[in-house]
């Protein structure tokens, strides 16, 4: 196979369980960090036309978590219930390494590898959370449900373990045994500092033990003693956010729930659904009540080690008068000189290909099977944001970010010039929007549910590949729609 045949093997994970299918290419799924696919039992490689290989689970209980594809040769890491593995571009297994099931309960914190746990333990499977590599050291990071939540690092050639931090609080990266619950990116300074990831999580109603979004140090040594501390921490400030509790006297199994994430120019961003606060105290979902939920955007500057730059947008789309409004998927790319005209940007300009569901009501039994593929201009949101920075240090409106600041509190005045890579300062932060940014529609089903995409740009055409919930993988052109 050569190499340029190996950049464009596009992989299809088929989830019969659930019936999702995600599409990934080894170009792009880099990009995407970290690529989820929900009860997955076959990866399906495309190597060449009228050519396919696949690999099964091997227990039909081990399902398909994640997916990460190295873009210098090929090979294929899938992050199972139990197990991770490397497989060649041709899907034949080189190495897997074992990650479970093991002793444990989702009650013992710290758990009980650390100290002795007095509640009942059980054989319990490891689900796989999240699947990063990373290129620079030459390692991935496998981080699973067991002993709350630990990672471990991997070297890419074989799975040998080089490291599992699991002694310190930092190192329990959340509770939650869901696969699609945490989300990373790594941001790389060059070579004079090392790494740092970003972590945004689920809490599961903990968020005393877990930060919703925080930094950490991605040391170079997998075994050094401060691998995944917080960036900064001292008595009052620290490189993390966490629900306060205040939060869940409004909504009692409120959470924040990410559903993609990226790095593009000094900022890190990720793409959340969460419940819409405001609508008086409720029992939530548990009790059969439907809970509104929104869509956002959250940003933050790389560099920020307070976390004083964060603000977060809802996002939405609309698309012959029914809107869309909770996110299903989404997808960093290249807007294309065709798609950018279209937006007004520029070809080499960052766009979001995302997938929503109708509505705001999540109806997991009853689940509306209409959705819509639609784009956003990075630049344009990041004005939105721009403008909503400079009228709030005008002293204009409140910080509007109801879950976090569960009172208003008004934006305060200060003289100061608020340029494209503003970081915000110890005042008027952290952040919200309170207007929504709307994506432009490109694609509406009303049958067969959009749940997953991909795209990237050929000869000036954004192609976008999008995973449909009944198996189905459909290949949309975007045009100059004006």
Same mark, same amino acid.
């Given at each position: 196979?050569?190499?340029?045949?190996?950049?464009?093997?596009?992989?299809?994970?088929?989830?019969?369980?659930?019936?999702?299918?995600?599409?990934?290419?080894?170009?792009?799924?880099?990009?995407?960090?970290?690529?989820?696919?929900?009860?997955?039992?076959?990866?399906?490689?495309?190597?060449?036309?009228?050519?396919?290989?696949?690999?099964?689970?091997?227990?039909?209980?081990?399902?398909?978590?994640?997916?990460?594809?190295?873009?210098?040769?090929?090979?294929?890491?899938?992050? *199972?219930?139990?197990?991770?593995?490397?497989?060649?571009?041709?899907?034949?297994?080189?190495?897997?390494?074992?990650?479970?099931?093991?002793?444990?309960?989702?009650?013992?914190?710290?758990?009980?590898?650390?100290?002795?746990?007095?509640?009942?333990?059980?054989?319990?499977?490891?689900?796989?959370?999240?699947?990063?590599?990373?290129?620079?050291?030459?390692?991935?990071?496998?981080?699973?449900? /067991?002993?709350?939540?630990?990672?471990?690092?991997?070297?890419?050639?074989?799975?040998?373990?080089?490291?599992?931090?699991?002694?310190?609080?930092?190192?329990?990266?959340?509770?939650?045994?869901?696969?699609?619950?945490?989300?990373?990116?790594?941001?790389?300074?060059?070579?004079?500092?090392?790494?740092?990831?970003?972590?945004?999580?689920?809490?599961?109603?903990?968020?005393?033990?877990?930060?919703?979004?925080?930094?950490?140090?991605?040391?170079?040594?997998?075994?050094?003693?401060?691998?995944?501390?917080?960036?900064?921490?001292?008595?009052?400030?620290?490189?993390?956010?966490?629900?306060?509790?205040?939060?869940?006297?409004?909504?009692?199994?409120?959470?924040?729930?990410?559903?993609?994430?990226? *790095?593009?120019?000094?900022?890190?961003?990720?793409?959340?659904?969460?419940?819409?606060?405001?609508?008086?105290?409720?029992?939530?979902?548990?009790?059969? @009540?439907?809970?509104?939920?929104?869509?956002?955007?959250?940003?933050?500057?790389?560099?920020?080690?307070?976390?004083?730059?964060?603000?977060?947008?809802?996002?939405?789309?609309?698309?012959?008068?029914?809107?869309?409004?909770?996110?299903?998927?989404?997808?960093?790319?290249?807007?294309?000189?065709?798609?950018?005209?279209?937006?007004?940007?520029?070809?080499?300009?960052?766009?979001?290909?995302?997938?929503?569901?109708?509505?705001?009501?999540?109806?997991? @039994?009853?689940?509306?099977?209409?959705? *819509?593929?639609?784009?956003?201009?990075?630049?344009?949101?990041?004005?939105?944001?721009?403008?909503?920075?400079?009228?709030?240090?005008?002293?204009?409106?409140?910080?509007?970010?109801?879950?976090?600041?569960?009172?208003?509190?008004?934006?305060?005045?200060?003289?100061?010039?608020?340029?494209?890579?503003?970081?915000? /300062?110890?005042?008027?932060?952290?952040?919200?929007?309170?207007?929504?940014?709307?994506?432009?529609?490109?694609?509406?089903?009303?049958?067969?549910?959009?749940?997953?995409?991909?795209?990237?740009?050929?000869?000036?055409?954004?192609?976008?590949?999008?995973?449909?919930?009944?198996?189905?993988?459909?290949?949309?052109?975007?045009?100059?729609?004006?």
């Amino acid at each position: 196979m050569t190499s340029l045949t190996r950049t464009r093997t596009c992989f299809f994970v088929y989830c019969f369980l659930s019936s999702l299918e995600l599409p990934v290419t080894s170009q792009t799924v880099v990009q995407a960090a970290q690529a989820h696919s929900a009860g997955s039992q076959v990866i399906t490689a495309s190597l060449q036309e009228d050519e396919y290989a696949s690999f099964h689970a091997e227990n039909p209980a081990w399902k398909f978590n994640h997916i990460a594809v190295d873009y210098r040769n090929g090979n294929v890491y899938l992050g *199972a219930v139990n197990r991770i593995y490397k497989l060649s571009p041709s899907l034949e297994v080189q190495v897997s390494h074992e990650t479970g099931p093991d002793e444990d309960n989702r009650k013992c914190y710290p758990p009980r590898i650390v100290q002795p746990c007095s509640e009942p333990l059980s054989l319990t499977n490891n689900v796989n959370k999240m699947l990063l590599m990373d290129y620079r050291e030459n390692r991935l990071l496998a981080c699973g449900s /067991l002993y709350q939540g630990i990672c471990k690092l991997l070297r890419l050639d074989d799975l040998f373990k080089l490291g599992e931090p699991f002694h310190k609080k930092e190192h329990y990266l959340s509770g939650v045994n869901e696969s699609g619950s945490v989300f990373g990116v790594i941001v790389s300074y060059g070579n004079a500092s090392p790494d740092m990831l970003f972590i945004a999580t689920a809490v599961d109603g903990k968020p005393e033990y877990f930060p919703t979004i925080s930094s950490r140090k991605l040391a170079r040594n997998s075994e050094e003693d401060g691998m995944f501390a917080y960036v900064f921490h001292d008595e009052f400030v620290a490189s993390m956010i966490k629900i306060p509790s205040d939060t869940f006297t409004v909504i009692p199994d409120f959470d924040i729930y990410y559903i993609y994430g990226f *790095a593009s120019g000094n900022f890190v961003y990720f793409l959340t659904l969460q419940p819409e606060m405001g609508n008086g105290p409720t029992t939530g979902s548990s009790t059969g @009540r439907e809970q509104v939920y929104t869509s956002k955007i959250v940003r933050l500057c790389k560099a920020d080690t307070a976390f004083n730059s964060y603000v977060e947008v809802p996002i939405g789309c609309i698309s012959g008068n029914v809107e869309y409004r909770l996110l299903e998927a989404a997808y960093l790319s290249k807007a294309g000189a065709i798609l950018a005209r279209s937006l007004d940007v520029e070809p080499d300009d960052d766009v979001l290909f995302t997938i929503f569901s109708k509505g705001q009501k999540r109806r997991p @039994r009853q689940a509306s099977q209409d959705s *819509a593929l639609c784009v956003f201009s990075l630049r344009k949101i990041n004005e939105k944001i721009k403008e909503r920075l400079q009228s709030c240090y005008k002293g204009e409106g409140t910080l509007d970010l109801a879950w976090l600041k569960v009172k208003d509190i008004p934006c305060s005045s200060a003289l100061l010039t608020i340029d494209d890579d503003f970081c915000g /300062l110890d005042m008027n932060a952290p952040l919200g929007v309170s207007e929504m940014v709307h994506g432009k529609p490109l694609l509406t089903d009303a049958v067969d549910k959009m749940t997953s995409v991909i795209a990237y740009v050929y000869k000036n055409h954004s192609l976008v590949f999008v995973g449909t919930k009944n198996g189905r993988v459909k290949k949309v052109r975007s045009r100059n729609t004006g």
